[in-house]
């Protein structure tokens, strides 16, 4: 329904000046005026929500970041100190196991 858009005309009345540039009014997305009407009963009677909740999201100040920073690098050092020796001897005994199967002795006559 596009009966509400008139066209321009000069006698009428206008927050824009006649010589004003194509610039200012493409900044004003060419409006003259803007009319609000928000009416938040009406939206949820209609939407009828079953939740209603909002988030707010900011950024991390430098504080925060480095302790984050910190406590990966401390939860990452305890978990590799107890793994590390147990990768560590499994890598050595298949290398063994391996090692073993690959190094038969065959006598030369």
């Known amino acids: 329904n596009l009966s509400f858009i008139h066209p321009l005309d000069a006698s009428l009345p206008s927050r824009f000046m006649l010589n004003s540039t194509v610039e200012d009014l493409t900044a ?9 009407n928000i ?6 009677s ?4 079953s939740i209603c909740a909002y988030s707010v999201s900011k950024r991390k100040d430098l ?3 480095i302790t984050i920073v ?6 990452l050092t305890l978990i590799l100190r ?6 560590i001897s499994a890598a050595d005994l298949i290398s063994a196991l391996v090692w073993r ?6 006598p030369f006559t």
């Open 28 to 36: 004003n997305v060419f409006v003259e005026q803007w009319l609000y």
């Open 101 to 106: 199967r690959n190094n038969n002795v065959v």
């Open 82 to 87: 107890f793994i590390a020796p147990l990768l």
């Open 70 to 75: 910190l406590g990966l690098y401390g939860g």
């Open 39 to 44: 009416s938040y009963s009406a939206f949820y």
């Open 63 to 65: 504080l925060e970041v």
């Open 46 to 49: 209609k939407c009828q929500p």
